[in-house]
């Protein structure tokens, strides 16, 4: 089982930036990805940026179209824990956000309960 808590949250005005943090802790896989999902009101959730440890992908990072050039996604592998830094924040990043971490090649995945993130304009 893995465990995840996430941190960093909240409110901001268009233009601000906020710095997200999840922390996974239990039984870590040395290949994994961390990837960090939103979900608006009503909407879908959608992937918003992901990281890989480990394996021939280590390092390799993904970024939704609507984030990229604002939104960075990093790790500190000692620690367990992967940043998103959001910058240039717009009302329409408003949502619910989600870390997941999945164990590459085991076919297990795991969700932490989500943190609020509203945008102001």
């Known amino acids: 089982q893995v465990q995840l808590a996430e941190s960093g949250g909240g409110l901001v005005q268009a233009g601000g930036s906020l710095r997200l943090s999840c922390v996974a802790s239990?039984?870590?896989?040395?290949?994994?990805?961390m990837t960090w999902y939103r979900q608006a009101p009503g909407k879908q959730r959608e992937v918003v940026a992901g990281?890989?440890?480990?394996?021939?992908?280590?390092?390799?990072?993904m970024y939704a179209d609507s984030v990229k050039g604002r939104f960075t996604i990093s790790r500190d592998n000692a620690k367990n824990t992967v940043y998103l830094q959001m910058n240039s924040l717009k009302p329409e990043d408003t949502a619910v956000y989600y870390c997941?971490?999945?164990?590459?090649?085991?076919?297990?995945?795991?969700w932490g309960q989500g943190i609020q993130v509203t945008v102001s304009s």
């Open positions: 997941n971490y999945e164990a590459l090649g085991s076919g297990y995945d795991y």
């Open positions: 990281i890989t440890t480990g394996g021939s992908t280590d390092g390799n990072t």
């Open positions: 239990g039984k870590i896989f040395s290949h994994n990805a």
